[in-house]
């Protein structure tokens, strides 16, 4: 059999070719409903239970179930649907095949790893189905934005564990970092540039806080590295202030970044941020700032206990991968099913340019990655 004709891949062409691009990111961009009804339809059409729900306004997730013959363990499959925008890509929905890489946009992200999912079931299906237990094949909306979709996932379902298929190269990935984003603004007073003992400069004061959170990365990246992870770090990601030449800046505001290491509380950044304002505070008195969390996200890591990570670098080896075990860099949704109780890993195909203009999977890695997940599942449930 060719590898065009593989129903994985053929599922997998489909899906490039709908557009799925998150309006959440970009603003009258198609959303996740018309490749969630092809999906439903492929789940459908190998003979699982599905359910479509809407995760928000016209963003349905798909729930697709395979129940085995007896009572047993569940394994949930979880993939998202959404894409970041095409802006510059010349044909994002032309799903091309070129020395055995797929290319368009979500090829890799993660569109590869919902056709290896859903293919995995299929060949469960059509080798004789489940013995026992049930696997679970999770389609979601919005990861590319604010994760609706797997938080409405998880409110209703539950599994013994899952695999998030993000793109991993054929890695066990058990750990990602996390994420938290902080708002700064330094205060001064607006006045003539000729008159000093108005003026206060708050760009001068930013520079006073840039100059302390520098510092402060420099020791988080000296500080205990995560074996699969490395360290914790942060950058100045937006910086703005200032109106004019001659007038003192009544204002400067920052926007950084702090990426964060499994363990590391949720409020590590601001409590940081807040310890460098103060003290600023107890050198100078008129010193005026504050900072405020805007958003975050936690860094996630399989409990060591969990037999998970050991079987699907097993059933991997089986279907022909590498399967060394890893970490990811990135936020994925494996955070939100983990801290529901889901004991998750990451395991994907391999490829190239995630969110920039040229992506592509390797259709051969989405056959081994729909391999390796149908071995899991005869082996966990
Ligand atoms: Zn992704």
Known sequence: MSLVEDPAVALLRDLVAIDSVNPSLTSGA???????????????????RVEIADAAPGRPNVVGVLEGRAPGRSLMFCGHTDTVGVSGMTRPFVPEIRDGRLYGRGAQDMKGGVAAMIGAVRRIVESGGLAQGRVIVAAVVDEEHASRGAEALVSTWRADAAVVTEPTALEVAVAHKGFQWIALETRGRAAHGSRPLDGRDAILRMGRVLARLESLDRRLQQGPAHPLLGTASLHASIIEGGHELSTYPARAALQYERRTLPGEPSDIALVEANAILAGLKHEDPAFEAEATHV??????EIDAASQLPALLTEAAKAAGCAATTAGMTFWTDAAILGAAGIPSVLFGPGGAGLHSLEEYVIVDDVCRCRDALANLARWWC
Do not use: C, M, N
Not at 34 to 41: D, K, L, P, T, Y
Not at 42 to 48: D, V, Y
């Open 295 to 300: 958003f975050g996200r936690d860094a996630y």
């Open 30 to 48: 198609r959303g996740e409903a018309e490749v969630a009804r092809r999906i439903a339809g492929e789940l459908e059409s190998i003979g699982l």
